[in-house]
């Protein structure tokens, strides 16, 4: 069985950081890349950010800068260090693994998805 568990998520203030942890089970995903996407309320889910297998990341240009994607492979774990948050970066936060090593920042890209964890950012 394979799953994918976010964590970490909670409410801060604007400023803040959190570190989101998407731990992965049922497989290896070292060879996949991996994404965190989001979705706000009343909004499509959209790409935030995608690390390859080979470590090289790649991120929306609205969180450049302030989240860092990191994985653990020993662990079969990602991370999305978020810092300085804004209120516009509330929404459920989702891992996924990607069908292309080399990432996507489509979500049809990506076939196993999390459950995914709420961040809420108040002003």
């Known amino acids: 069985q394979v799953q994918l568990v976010e964590s970490g998520g909670g409410l801060v203030q604007a400023g803040d950081s959190l570190r989101l942890t998407c731990a992965a089970s049922?497989?290896?995903?070292?060879?996949?890349?991996m994404g965190w996407f989001r979705q706000a309320p009343e909004k499509e889910r959209e790409f935030v950010a995608a690390i390859a297998w080979t470590g090289v990341t790649d991120y929306v240009d609205s969180v450049k800068g302030r989240f860092t994607i990191s994985r653990d492979k020993a662990k079969n774990e990602v991370y999305l260090q978020m810092k300085s948050l804004k209120p516009e970066d509330t929404a459920v936060y989702y891992c996924?693994?990607?069908?292309?090593?080399?990432?996507?920042?489509?979500?049809?890209?990506?076939?196993?998805w999390g459950q995914g964890t709420q961040v809420t950012v108040s002003s």
């Open positions: 049922g497989r290896s995903f070292n060879t996949y890349a």
């Open positions: 996924a693994g990607g069908r292309d090593p080399y990432g996507s920042r489509s979500r049809d890209e990506y076939n196993y």
